[in-house]
């Protein structure tokens, strides 16, 4: 597997794509994108799993499932079409029927998604002209368009691409995602929303079960994994579409070949994912917690969220503060069993925690890890072999200031 | 029932008090408090459900469930006595019966509460010179230098003591507590710790299963509603002290005087939980999150838990942001059932959500609320009739600073 540098979702055989600015966003900034492929794509998606699942999210759940091919993917920001109703509904229909009337194709094979505030109705004249420019746009060069129109408060677009050999012919995916608060994603496929959303896309051939089952490995390797906020949100999307256009012998389920593809999708989502965290909101330090020895995986999950949502714990990374004590804290506090004076602690290796007490490494030797951009920490609870890694950040002023002036 | 200006916990008959600074926080500022009463009190506890349950906790909790009556509580601030093995339970030990010989009081008769940093060994020679101090300072009027002792990130005092006619007397109840941040509570009764510490003493004669009975629904309705930060400390104590020095008939479980002493002291627990909340750090926000309507008040507590705790939500209150739509979100991923359609939303009263959808007030009349120091929600989920009420406050600048300082 090779990574193509300035890759995208148009690196990918017989993809076209474009990112517009309609006036979405009072800053002026790009905030519609499209990917659109002539040939008609197999499918697989996983969106949020919060009760109040946005309008494009309940109405791409419905094309998804019923297994038919799509040709294009609408997706804007400034607005996120949740909490409006039966016109949010009808809005997320109509956004569908417009662009795929401007490309002779049917509503049922268009997909849409929405980002932004939730509960303010979507302004459709706005969007009517958007999706006219899109339409306009669309270009086989057009994925890093694309990835910069789908941005809320990332800061920097997050775009992707690898290519490697299956069935007999080179076959690519392109990816691009979104998202920096609202962020802590449990997807479900088919049936799942945060504010991340991504789309993926591939020439390879591949049948639809096979697809959902990478994904669905994919998603609990990358995205399910990830947290900045701990707030899952009301429109998460991840959208794989295959076009075939590779040549390739069709991927089957169950085949050397669908192994193949499904790490390069993991790679795909897990590169991404990582770099949504990095990108979160006010973000400083990118932490991967990793808990070990638990009774269970479960457990693990349960121990490794706890610590990674704590706001505690948060604070004191962002301030380059070994304070173990809120991490054995957060690990004790979250529900699971386990004998703290069996529990041991490393950041990036370096003894922290020794059967639930200090190390005895001098603070110094800690801070330096803590300085650090990106460090990990291992936490062993010795009472199992239970394991789980979560990816998380620090919580900085930023994050207060972005989430605070959000509205203003 | 009245309240007691400028109450503490030596507003009841026959307690005595301390507060001095014996150099465990390099501030200079007060450390160690002292509670005393030579009358033998029935005492009642309960403490922290985090498994990493500090040295003094595990040391209280024996005494509490021994039945034996108590004497004397001494508390230092600045050092958590948790994460610290055997060495830190010899040194709770320690500390109580120093403390008791000065007192010709054992150890068993003894109660200790730490609260600081976690994972540090107690420096035994200041706490030996600190508990001659304090004994030393005991006073029938020292019940607001003990409050001011027990502090950590709090920026006031929290004392407050009341009276009522209960058995032919009249009884009093005086109170203090401590807390800013690691604040979460889930306290079991005898068998649980955040940082948060609350005494009660009373002058009332009132059985040990009685008493129990009382702080059992006292807590309930008070510190375990409570959540600054959702981290749940290693260290937090609710004690109720009671030496029966005013003489009333002894209270016992299942009568008319001790539903009256049970409601006196969820209003004494309850005005020190909302003031803890109130002084929490970086706080500029109290916001009372009332959910009703719901399948079961367990659901209920799930959805007002996930809202209080969510760091959208909270950095939209301090942003004076009604940003409701981040309240939706945070019921809908708690993983609780109902439907969004059903949902409606008042701020003080001021409708803001009806059906799932904005209820058309003009925005500038939500500002205006969320303005205000103290508010509250009502949000009622269509789907039950369980119901739970939360006191939480708002997510801050100086939360961060306070959390990212805390060690330098």
Same mark, same amino acid.
Request: aromatic share 8%.
């Given at each position: 597997m090779e990574w193509i540098e300035n890759?995208?979702?148009?690196?990918?055989?017989?993809?076209?794509?474009?990112?517009?600015?309609?006036?979405?966003?009072?800053?002026g900034?790009?905030?519609?994108?499209?990917?659109?492929?002539?040939?008609?794509?197999?499918?697989?998606?996983?969106?949020? #799993?919060?009760?109040?699942?946005?309008?494009?999210?309940?109405?791409?759940?419905?094309?998804?499932?019923?297994?038919?091919? @799509?040709?294009? @993917? @609408?997706?804007? #920001?400034?607005?996120?079409?949740?909490?409006?109703g039966e016109q949010g509904l009808r809005d997320a229909e109509r956004m569908a029927e417009l662009a795929g009337s401007?490309?002779?194709?049917?509503?049922?094979?268009? /997909?849409?998604? #929405?980002?932004?505030r939730?509960?303010?109705?979507?302004?459709?004249?706005?969007i009517e002209a958007g999706v006219e420019m899109c339409v306009k746009a669309l270009s086989p060069e057009g994925g890093l368009d694309a990835s910069k129109a789908i941005m809320t408060t990332d800061t920097v677009p997050k775009s992707v691409a690898t290519a490697l050999e299956v069935g007999g012919a080179t076959i690519r995916l392109g990816g691009m995602t979104k998202g920096a608060g609202m962020i802590a994603p449990k997807l479900k496929l088919q049936p799942p929303q945060a504010t991340m959303l991504c789309y993926v896309t591939t020439d390879a051939c591949i049948e639809r079960d096979a697809l959902n089952a990478c994904l669905a490995k994919a998603i609990g390797m990358s995205f399910n994994r990830i947290t900045v906020d701990g707030d899952t949100s009301t429109n998460d999307t991840v959208l794989v579409l295959a076009n075939g256009a590779a040549g390739n012998e069709c991927i089957r389920l169950g085949t050397v070949e669908c192994d193949r593809f499904g790490e390069a999708l993991v790679e795909v989502l897990g590169d991404l994912a990582r770099r949504m965290v990095l990108d979160g909101e006010g973000?400083?330090?990118?932490?991967?917690?990793?808990v070990r020895g638990?009774?269970?995986?479960?457990?693990?999950k349960t121990c490794a969220e706890s610590i990674?949502?704590?706001?505690?714990?948060?604070?004191?990374?962002?301030?380059?503060?070994?304070?173990?004590?809120?991490?054995l804290c957060a690990?004790?506090?979250?529900?699971? #069993?386990?004998?703290?004076?069996?529990?041991?602690?490393?950041?990036?290796?370096?003894?922290?925690?020794?059967?639930?007490?200090?190390?005895?490494?001098?603070?110094?030797?800690?801070?330096?890890?803590?300085?650090?951009?990106?460090?990990?920490?291992? /936490?062993?609870l010795g009472a199992g072999t239970g394991s789980y890694t979560v990816w998380t950040c620090d919580l900085t002023y930023d994050y207060v200031k972005i989430n605070a002036d959000y509205h203003t």
């Open positions: 890759g995208s979702v148009t690196t990918p055989s017989c993809f076209q794509a474009s990112g517009i600015a309609c006036g979405l966003k009072r800053s900034a790009a905030d519609m994108a499209m990917i659109y492929s002539p040939r008609p794509c197999v499918v697989a998606g996983a969106f949020t #799993s919060n009760l109040f699942a946005a309008a494009p999210v309940e109405y791409d759940r419905e094309i998804v499932s019923s297994g038919n091919p @799509v040709h294009l @993917v @609408v997706v804007n #920001s400034g607005n996120a079409n949740a909490c409006t401007m490309l002779m194709v049917h509503k049922s094979q268009v /997909l849409v998604s #929405s980002t932004g939730i509960g303010v109705p979507m302004p459709m004249d706005i973000v400083t330090k990118f932490v991967e917690v990793n638990a009774a269970s995986d479960l457990d693990a990674a949502n704590s706001a505690l714990c948060k604070t004191a990374w962002f301030g380059a503060d070994p304070n173990w004590g809120r991490i690990a004790g506090y979250c529900g699971i #069993s386990f004998d703290p004076y069996r529990v041991n602690l490393d950041y990036d290796g370096v003894p922290v925690v020794r059967g639930g007490m200090e190390a005895g490494t001098p603070e110094a030797d800690l801070v330096e890890v803590l300085k650090k951009r990106c460090w990990k920490m291992d /936490l062993d």
